[in-house]
């Protein structure tokens, strides 16, 4: 617990003022066709403390009860949560199995894999030195067996979460608090929903589930951090995390449907005449510059050239914005590869 308690100290000293202040105004746009339909989803949750703290990130001893197939109490089992600061600390096996348990087979997530987040670390990519300090959560009973895991960051900024709160930040600044560094339980750089608290599958894993939820909320509330972020959680995490005090952050979204449109000029006429006017003008300029397409599969992607390109590509996106790429040229490379494997 002192290697939590020093991350989050170190976290707390190299925060730095809002950079987000005046940036980001607050507006929506209106859909211009048919096609493009807004819904509207749960895509994070929120928790702060009422009440601020001095720094202890120690964390209590739970017990659960064991029941057999009725109801009657059959033993009591001991619960350690502990913080750790990377995932190489638990072994790919067992983290893989809660991660397993928790999507079931069918419904497998590489995205929440050992191997994947591991490989965010590794590349320093979700790493303190991005502001992305690992402070995953472990679960274990008495023989050290490994219950439940949370992929949990320590976060000094908001990039990488496509869950966009600077508003947020801009209103603590604005009442001389301090937003950041703050929990966020998420997949970094990867808007995919799919579950956060994963629990190996017994008969007591619902316990194991409000033990974990208890000890986010105790080392946000010691922790002299700001809040506790969940993003892009299963649907069944969202309302039982609901019922435990967690605001619900509703996110806009607008998907593109497909009205059985036979050419692409009937696809435009479900917009303005002046959209109409102005996508024709940009598809003409394409062509104008004499660019060619080529799709490459998997066997013909040499993984060097294209991960060169595409982390430069990357580069001119992202510099105008935050100044600087979040992933690294090997991040970008590790997740090339990976595209090409599956």
Not at 144 to 160: A, D, M, Q, R, T
Request: proline content about 5%; hydrophobic content about 35%.
């Amino acid at each position: 617990m002192a290697a939590a308690a020093a991350a989050a100290a170190a976290a707390v000293s190299y925060c730095k003022p809002s950079p987000f202040i005046g940036q980001f105004p607050l507006s929506f746009g209106k859909s211009q066709s048919q096609s493009i339909k807004i819904s509207s989803t749960i895509t994070a949750l929120f928790w702060g403390s009422k009440k601020s703290q001095p720094l202890d990130s120690s964390m209590p001893d739970f017990t659960l009860t064991v029941t057999d197939t009725g109801t009657e109490a059959i033993g009591r089992k001991k619960i350690t949560v502990s913080v750790i600061s990377s995932i190489m600390e638990v072994s790919p096996h067992e983290w893989d199995a809660c991660a397993l348990d928790a999507t079931g087979p069918q419904s497998f997530n590489p995205f929440l894999t050992h191997a994947f987040l591991s490989s965010l670390e590794h590349t320093g990519c979700a790493v303190k030195e991005t502001g992305w300090m690992p402070s995953h959560i472990v679960a274990k009973d008495e023989s050290e067996n490994i219950l439940g895991v949370v992929p949990l960051y320590l976060k000094s900024h908001s990039y990488g979460e496509f869950v966009f709160d600077h508003s947020w930040a801009d209103a603590y600044y604005s009442f001389g608090s301090r937003y950041y560094p703050k929990f966020q339980c998420c997949v970094p750089f990867t808007p995919v929903t799919g579950p956060r608290i994963l629990i190996r599958n017994t008969s007591f894993k619902d316990q194991v589930f409000d033990i974990i939820v208890s000890a986010l909320k105790g080392i946000t509330a010691k922790s002299q951090v700001s809040s506790l972020h969940i993003t892009f959680p299963s649907e069944t995490e969202c309302h039982k995390l609901k019922d435990k005090g967690f605001l619900q952050r509703i996110g806009m979204q607008y998907h593109w449907k497909n009205h059985n449109y036979k050419s692409f000029d009937e696809f435009l006429m479900d917009m303005k005449q002046s959209k109409r006017k102005n996508i024709r003008q940009e598809r003409k300029k394409i062509s104008a510059q004499n660019l060619t397409m080529k799709r490459l599969r998997g066997y013909e992607i040499k993984q060097e050239t294209v991960a060169s390109v595409t982390f430069a590509f990357y580069g001119c996106l992202s510099r105008p914005v935050t100044g600087t790429p979040s992933t690294s040229s090997t991040g970008t490379q590790l997740i090339i590869s990976g595209a090409v494997l599956t």
